[in-house]
C-alpha cells in the first residue's frame, strides 16, 4: 500500500476551504447585484413620485391663487342686536376683483373646511352678520393677528376670524385643556359687546363679581386660590355662589361667569379659563 505524502491532507483541506470561500464570495456578488439592481429601481420610483408632488402642488395653488371666499352675510333681525334671520351658506367662487368686507366681523377659512363651517354655523347661530373670504387667498388677517399676540412663528390654520379690524382669534389647540373654539369665540364676541346679554341676568356693573375680584385681589392666582374652596384646581358653579354670597352680590353673576368662560362645557373653570374670564 503506498503511502500519503507528508502534508497532503492539509493541502487537500485547505483547497477545500478556499472552495467554500470562492462560492460564498460569488453568491455574495450575485446577491449585492440583485440589491443595486432593486435600489436603482427605488431611485426611479421615487423620481416619479416627487415629480407627481410637484405637478400636484402646482395645481394646488393655481386652484388656491383662482379661488377666493365670496362674501356671506348673515342678516340679523330688525330690531338690532341678536336677532336669528334667514342665513345664507358660504362658497367660495372665482371672483376677478377682490371685495372689501363691510362687516364687523370676518371669517378667513377654506371651502369644505369643518372648523370653519363649524364658527360660520355658530356665528349664524347667534344672529351675527359677517363677511368670509379665503384663508388661502389672503394674509389680510395677518396685522389683526399680530396686534392680538400672534407672534410670527407659531402655525396658523383656518379658520381666523377678524372684529373690528383689530381684533382676531384663532384656535390654537393646548394638550392642558379642550377648548370649544366656536364657543370661546362666541364668548368673547359677548364681551366685546357684539353680542346682547339679556338685561334681566346682566347685574349693574358696580356689583358685578368682576369688580369684586379686581378690588379684592393682586393677581390671578391669589383669586383662583381664595374662589376654589375646596382646592381642586377647578372652581364650580357653587364655589362661585358661595363667593357671590358672601360679597353680598346677585348669585346670577356665578351663572354668567359659567356661560361666559366654560369654554369646555364641563361646568367648572380651570386656572385658565379663570384668568382669561377675569384677567383681561
Known amino acids: 500500500m503506498a503511502e500519503t505524502p507528508a502534508g497532503s491532507g492539509g493541502r487537500a483541506a485547505r483547497s477545500l476551504h478556499t472552495h467554500q470561500l470562492e462560492q460564498e464570495n460569488g453568491e455574495l456578488k450575485q446577491e449585492n447585484g440583485e440589491l443595486k439592481s432593486r435600489v436603482g429601481e427605488l431611485e426611479e420610483e421615487n423620481a416619479a413620485l416627487k415629480k407627481r408632488v410637484e405637478e400636484l402642488e402646482g395645481q394646488l395653488k393655481a386652484s388656491a391663487g383662482a379661488a377666493t371666499m365670496e362674501r ?12 336669528g334671520g334667514a342665513a345664507r351658506a358660504a362658497r367660495f367662487a372665482q371672483e376677478e376683483e ?3 368686507p363691510l362687516q364687523d366681523i370676518v371669517v378667513y377659512g377654506r371651502q369644505g373646511d369643518k372648523s370653519t363651517q363649524a364658527v360660520m354655523a355658530e356665528l349664524k347661530k347667534n344672529g351675527l352678520s359677517f363677511d368670509a373670504f379665503d384663508f388661502d387667498s389672503t394674509k389680510d388677517y395677518m396685522s389683526a393677528m399680530k396686534a392680538s399676540g400672534y407672534d410670527g412663528k407659531s402655525k396658523v390654520t383656518p379658520p381666523v376670524v377678524v372684529v373690528r379690524g383689530k381684533h382676531a382669534f384663532w384656535d390654537e389647540p393646548d394638550q392642558a385643556i379642550k377648548v370649544h373654539f366656536p364657543t370661546m369665540l362666541i364668548n368673547e364676541l359677548r364681551r366685546l359687546g357684539l353680542i346682547k346679554v339679556d ?3 346682566a347685574a349693574p356693573r358696580d356689583v358685578t363679581i368682576d369688580v369684586e375680584i379686581a378690588e379684592r385681589f393682586h393677581n390671578m392666582q391669589q383669586a383662583f386660590l381664595k374662589v376654589d374652596d375646596n382646592r381642586d384646581g377647578r372652581v364650580s358653579k357653587d364655589e362661585l355662589r358661595s363667593m357671590c354670597k358672601k360679597w353680598n352680590i346677585p348669585q346670577s353673576e356665578a351663572e354668567r361667569v359659567i356661560r361666559e368662560a366654560d369654554f369646555d362645557s364641563n ?12 384677567g383681561s
Not at 356671506?72 to 336677532?83: D, M
Open 267 to 278: 361646568s367648572t373653570l380651570d386656572f385658565r379659563e379663570f384668568a382669561r374670564r377675569f
Open 98 to 100: 377682490e371685495e372689501e
Open 72 to 83: 356671506t352675510r348673515v342678516p340679523a333681525e330688525a330690531s338690532g342686536g341678536g336677532g
Open 199 to 201: 338685561e334681566v341676568e
